[in-house]
């Protein structure tokens, strides 16, 4: 679960979701060998599940049209300034920041994609890395390259069901069994060998690498629907869940969606007159206390995963 483990410890907080760290955004197969993985990636929406927001950031890269990273946009047909968000199958080219590759060779592809999903999120097809003399990252089996910064090395982590030493990844133990580097040995214009390997440490069902990949999205679901009913309720916004439960198709998912949807509204509407009557008596200088609807959000957002989910249970 290291790619799960790696997405969390990167992951934004629910509640902050703009300018977060990075996210990977793409599952891997357990028995291919990867050079790239994705970068963080946030947005926000009207919905969960029916739109990607805002375009995504991801580190050491920009959107390659600069449209796309605009606030708003002029829409001709209703005269007014609007948010610029997008929809599920819109595609958004960005460019590496200079001295940044895909690849991480000087004279590398400097362009990736990311593609809004169906289920709220963007998901990249690649990561910028700092360029070096060493030329591109080597591809190192059953690992993938991270995105995080380190002077004159690169690092890696074991993909999911695979450690440096044969036993299972401890959550929030920092990877010391699952993440390692490469020194980029200048003299050589290489990077040095990998002497160790990224090693099974149990057998690994098809069924439990797909629950494993399927923690993946809801990790990624999760933030970025969290993110979206915060930040609609710090704006004194109904809740954006009005067509939450359209695309769902399980069996009596439909129902229950729509008590999940009934809860958060009523969530918000007592909130939000939990706010209006603090309001009479003080100001809301100091966070502290201060009614919110984080919890309530988080708890709405894990219950509708298990919803989107529910077709695939095995």
């Not at 690169?154 to 990877?175: H, I, M, R, T």
């Amino acid at each position: 679960m290291m790619l799960l483990l790696t997405l969390l410890a990167l992951a934004p907080s629910a509640g902050a979701v703009q300018g977060a760290p990075a996210l990977r955004a793409t599952a891997v197969a357990p028995e291919a060998a990867h050079a790239l993985v994705a970068a963080k990636s946030t947005s926000k929406s009207t919905g969960p599940l029916d739109s990607c927001g805002k375009v995504a950031t991801y580190e050491n890269a920009k959107p390659k049209n600069h449209a796309d990273a605009m606030e708003t946009k002029f829409n001709e047909k209703t005269g007014k300034r609007e948010e610029v968000t997008f929809g599920k199958g819109d595609e958004v080219v960005y460019k590496c920041e200079a001295g940044f590759t895909v690849d991480g060779s000087k004279d590398g592809e400097t362009e990736f994609n990311a593609v809004c999903s169906d289920m709220g999120y963007f998901k990249p097809d690649g990561v910028c890395v700092k360029a070096s003399k060493c030329g591109k990252v080597p591809v190192i089996e059953h690992a993938t390259l991270t995105p995080k910064k380190i002077e004159g090395a690169v690092q890696f982590a074991c993909n999911p069901g695979y450690s440096l030493d044969g036993e299972k990844v401890v959550a929030g133990g920092n990877g010391a069994n699952s993440l390692f580097t490469l020194k980029c040995v200048e003299f050589k214009n290489d990077y040095e060998e990998f002497k160790g390997k990224c090693q099974s440490y149990a057998f690994v069902a098809s069924k439990e690498s797909t629950r494993m990949y399927n923690e993946v999205f809801e990790a990624l679901f999760v933030v970025t629907c969290k993110g979206k009913l915060t930040t609609a309720f710090g704006k004194g916004k109904a809740p954006p869940v009005d067509a939450a439960c359209d695309k769902l198709k399980a069996s009596g998912a439909s129902a229950d969606c729509k008590g999940l949807v009934t809860d958060i509204k009523s969530e918000f509407e007592s909130k939000k007159k939990a706010l209006e009557e603090g309001a009479k008596k003080k100001e809301w200088y100091e966070t502290d206390g201060k009614p919110g609807v984080g919890d309530k959000s988080l708890k709405f957002c894990q219950d509708l995963w298990k919803l989107v989910e529910k077709p695939n249970e095995f």
